[in-house]
């Protein structure tokens, strides 16, 4: 069960076959069992999860359906406040700040009825490295293989199936990156589609919210219940989102796909390379037209002076609380 889709086992919880406490109490013996291990979780919510997860069941029971999420296990990253929960970012000087109010995400979320399980360990303030007495969390497939950042517990969490999909955040690749190196779908939104009320930031001109998942569907279920527009959150996209499930079976149509075949060559393996021509094969049989592109070369320096530039305002109030002594 627990490595079943989360759409996979929404379906069966709205057919009756399977409960949410049940689902839930395979996911919560599952964490307790890797946790050690793995470190997923910097927090598990085992009594309040078993209590939502009856109440999911109680409402389907009486008639009340909240859509694909309904009674499904989900795992949140630890720089989204829980009302009444610790939101550590990461750090240790946040350790014991308790959050007054849930932010939007899990306000809408708990809205979907899906069924918060934990919060996810993450690199040291959304950054690149974990704290130093922050064990990190491992990768399930491979314990020398990193595990990615920042959301690095999310994707753990998603792949090893200790939840049917777990909320990142994307700075500079922190969904995208996990889902990499954990072998995951990962999808980062545009900036504004998915209100940052009630998150911890890093740069907030450029910090999204998104899912980690073992499937397309599975994220599009998962980001139609948390996007759209947030009074609490100014820089949202003021128009509603759409139907994510419906618009995948609409297909790419004659999608214009840039495609830079000398660079995946240049930095990527064999094996990569392989992965990514399939990939644009089956792009071009559903429709799609490839178009070769000259992407321009990464340069760190850049994307660092933006986001170190970015953290000093995000945290100007933070920062000189903390000050480093030698």
């Known amino acids: 069960m627990p490595f079943e889709s989360l759409m996979g086992l929404s379906h069966r919880i709205h057919s009756g076959t399977c409960t949410s406490r049940e689902a839930v109490e395979a996911t919560l013996a599952a964490i307790d069992r890797a946790q050690p291990r793995l470190r997923a979780y910097a927090t598990v919510f085992h009594d309040a999860a078993r209590e939502r997860a009856d109440r999911a069941d109680a409402e389907l029971h009486m008639g009340l359906d909240r859509g694909p999420l309904h009674g499904v296990p989900i795992a949140i990253k630890d720089l989204v406040s829980i009302k009444g929960e610790a939101t550590a970012a990461g750090t240790t000087v946040l350790a014991n700040q308790i959050s007054k109010e849930d932010a939007t995400i899990v306000t809408r979320l708990k809205r979907a009825g899906a069924v918060i399980v934990g919060k996810t ?4 303030a959304a950054t690149i490295a974990h704290h130093p007495s922050v064990p990190p969390p491992t990768n399930p497939w491979n314990e020398g293989y990193c595990s990615g950042f920042s959301s690095s517990g ?3 969490a998603a792949a090893s199936g200790l939840c049917q999909a777990a909320i990142g955040s994307d700075t500079g690749g922190s969904i995208r990156i996990p889902a990499n190196m954990n072998g995951l779908t990962g999808l980062k939104p545009s900036w504004g589609r998915v209100s940052r009320h009630g998150v911890f930031p890093l740069v ?3 910090d999204t919210l998104g899912p980690l998942a073992r499937s397309v569907a599975d994220c599009a279920a998962v980001l139609a219940a948390i996007a759209g527009p947030d009074p609490a959150d ?3 996209h003021p128009r509603a989102a759409p139907n994510y499930l419906l618009s995948l079976e609409a297909g790419i149509g004659d999608a214009i796909i840039g495609y830079d075949r000398a660079l995946i060559e240049e ?3 064999d094996e990569t390379i392989a992965t990514m021509e399939m990939a644009a094969q089956i792009l ?3 429709g799609g037209r490839l178009v070769n592109i000259t992407f321009p070369r990464p340069d760190m320096s850049q994307m660092m002076t933006l986001v170190t530039t970015g953290m000093a305002q995000a945290h100007r109030a933070l920062y000189p609380k903390r000050p480093i002594r030698n």
């Open 121 to 124: 360990q993450m690199t040291e």
């Open 154 to 156: 999310s994707g753990v």
């Open 204 to 206: 907030e001109r450029l």
């Open 234 to 236: 100014p820089t949202t």
């Open 267 to 269: 930095i990527c393996d």
């Open 284 to 286: 071009a049989e559903l």
